[in-house]
Structure formats: structure tokens, C-alpha cells
């Protein structure tokens, strides 16, 4: 993924800007979920419903600040217009002589609550999901609005390569079960592993073991690949070339050298997806019992 450095689009140049501290830089704080490219779409209490739906349409909003000369007055949102038209009978429309989409905004309010940009994630989430939305700064300074969809994004963006590196590891060492017996991979790892680790009694000889680098060794392996080729397909090359490009992401990953670029996190994406089909294969195709 693309660095995921703290958002200072917004707040540069501004009291919230000085908020913004090392704490803030290293822990994953409300500053992180604002999006980059968010435009802050605002109208005014008096801007007529019909258009503030086509507006929300347009931009892909669920909600809309109203604001008054500069001060929040609240929220107009799907939900708050929903909610009040539900509770207001045909009689008491035609009485007024006018259709929902002709009322004014400041007619459909809800109150969302606020938050600063160094707050913890954590405690918003009771009025994420009590109200569907926050609101970022203050009723005079507006920043950004943030949704539940922002946050999933953002942990999303945060957990996926972990997730996947998970989700590889466990694959590999289905696939190299699959490969060997048990038997088999104490004696393929005491061929590829004496050189790193010398005594024989301190080669690692089950899965659970080894490391990341002891399984790319253990497919990589010269003497080893004829085992490894029905299950992995390619050639050992292609194979030791994949599992390298994944060793590095994952050891930068898991020393948190640095946040992963998009072209890697499509790359292990990739690899993951690879070793994925490997397994639907194997499941398809499984390996003949060998008859004692």
C-alpha cells in the first residue's frame, strides 16, 4: 500500500495542524482515516432538499454538514430526511401545500458529534455507530467528515498485507505437506539446512519450526524441487523468485521497516493468489496414497 503517513492535507497552516505531534505520526489516531482526496462538501441551511440529494448523489455522500456563516448547524443526511418524512402524514403535506424535496435542509437535521484529529480510534466508535458518521474539528472550524466506510478503508489498508502474509504461510506449508511426508521433510531439511545450521541437532525438522526463509530454502532446494515441481508447477526458478520477492515484503512487514508501496501490496496480492490456486489443484488433483 501507499505510505499511510498522517493526513496534513487539512490541517496544514492551521491551530490543528499544531495537534498533530510525533504520538500522532507513530499511533493510529483519527488524523490517519481522513482521506487524502476528500473534498468537504457543505451547504447552507437553506438549500433546498431536491438539490442537496442530487449533490449527495453526485459525490457518492450519504450526509451533508450544513453550515452558517462558518458554524455548523448540524447534519443533513439520508437518514435524517428519511426519518422525518416517515413520521409525517399525506394529510399533513397536503395541509402544507409542498412536497419533501421542496423543504429547506434546516428542516432535517441531526446532530453528529465531533472530534479532534488526535483522538483515539477507539473513542468514536460508539458515536460511529450510533449516528452512521463524525464530524472532524469543531462547530466553527469543520476539517472533515468521516464514516464507518473510511474506517473500514483504513484498517483495511493497515491489516490486508499482514492478513495476507497469514494467509501464505499457511498455504506453503499445506502445499509442502502435501509434497512430503513427514519423514520426507525431516530429511529434505537436513539436506538444504545443515550449512545454516551446522549441528544436526538444531535443524529445524517440522513446519512449525521453520521460519519463512527455511521453507523458501526447503522448496528451493536443487535436490528437493523434483518433489516440489506436481505440486507448484513452473520451474524452481519462477517458484524461488516468488517466494523471495515474499520474504522481503514480509520481513520489512513484520520488523515495521517501512509501509508496504501499492506495486507490492498488488505483488503479494499476486503470490497470494498464486498459492491459492496451488491449493484448489492439489484439492482437485490429490497426491495417490503410497500402497505399503
Known amino acids: 500500500m501507499a505510505a499511510s503517513h498522517p493526513?496534513?492535507?487539512?490541517?496544514?497552516?492551521s491551530s490543528a495542524a499544531k495537534e498533530v505531534n510525533l504520538a500522532s505520526e507513530l499511533f493510529h489516531r483519527i488524523n490517519r482515516i481522513i482521506p487524502q482526496d476528500q473534498v468537504l462538501l457543505t451547504v447552507p441551511p437553506k438549500c433546498n432538499v431536491r438539490h442537496a440529494i442530487a449533490l449527495m448523489q453526485k459525490h457518492g455522500y450519504s450526509q451533508l454538514p450544513v453550515v452558517d456563516e462558518?458554524?455548523?448547524?448540524?447534519?443533513?443526511?439520508?437518514?435524517?430526511?428519511?426519518?422525518?418524512?416517515?413520521?409525517?402524514?399525506?394529510?399533513?403535506?397536503?395541509?402544507?401545500?409542498?412536497?419533501?424535496?421542496d423543504l429547506t435542509v434546516d428542516e432535517f437535521l441531526e446532530q453528529f458529534e465531533f472530534a479532534r484529529v488526535t483522538d483515539e480510534m477507539d473513542h468514536v466508535f460508539d458515536a460511529m455507530d450510533r449516528d452512521n458518521g463524525i464530524l472532524i474539528g469543531t462547530p466553527e472550524r469543520l476539517i472533515a467528515v468521516l464514516t464507518p466506510m473510511d474506517f473500514l478503508r483504513y484498517l483495511y489498508q493497515v491489516a490486508s498485507p499482514f492478513v495476507m502474509v497469514s494467509e501464505i504461510e499457511l498455504a506453503l506449508r499445506a502445499l509442502i505437506?502435501?509434497?512430503?511426508s513427514d519423514q520426507q521433510i525431516v530429511t529434505a531439511a537436513k539436506r538444504c539446512l545443515s550449512g545454516a545450521y551446522g549441528n544436526d541437532d538444531q535443524?529445524?525438522?517440522?513446519l512449525e519450526e521453520m521460519t519463512f526463509d527455511n521453507y523458501q530454502s526447503l522448496i528451493s532446494f536443487g535436490d528437493n524441487w523434483k518433489q516440489f515441481e506436481p505440486?507448484?508447477?513452473?520451474?524452481?526458478?519462477?517458484?524461488?523468485?516468488?517466494?523471495?520477492e515474499i520474504g522481503a515484503i514480509r520481513n520489512d512487514l513484520f520488523h515495521f521497516k517501512r509501509e508496504i508501496t501499492m506495486q507490492e501490496h498488488q505483488m503479494l496480492a499476486g503470490h497470494r493468489n498464486w498459492l491459492l490456486t496451488k491449493i484448489k489443484q492439489a484439492e482437485a488433483h490429490p497426491k495417490p496414497e503410497v500402497q505399503p
Open 7 to 13: 493526513n496534513l492535507r487539512l490541517l496544514d497552516q
Open 70 to 101: 462558518g458554524e455548523v448547524l448540524g447534519v443533513f443526511s439520508f437518514r435524517s430526511f428519511a426519518k422525518e418524512t416517515a413520521c409525517t402524514t399525506l394529510d399533513k403535506w397536503v395541509k402544507e401545500q409542498c412536497a419533501p424535496g
Open 177 to 180: 505437506r502435501i509434497a512430503l
Open 203 to 206: 535443524i529445524p525438522t517440522t
Open 231 to 244: 505440486v507448484l508447477g513452473g520451474t524452481r526458478t519462477r517458484a524461488s523468485g516468488k517466494l523471495k
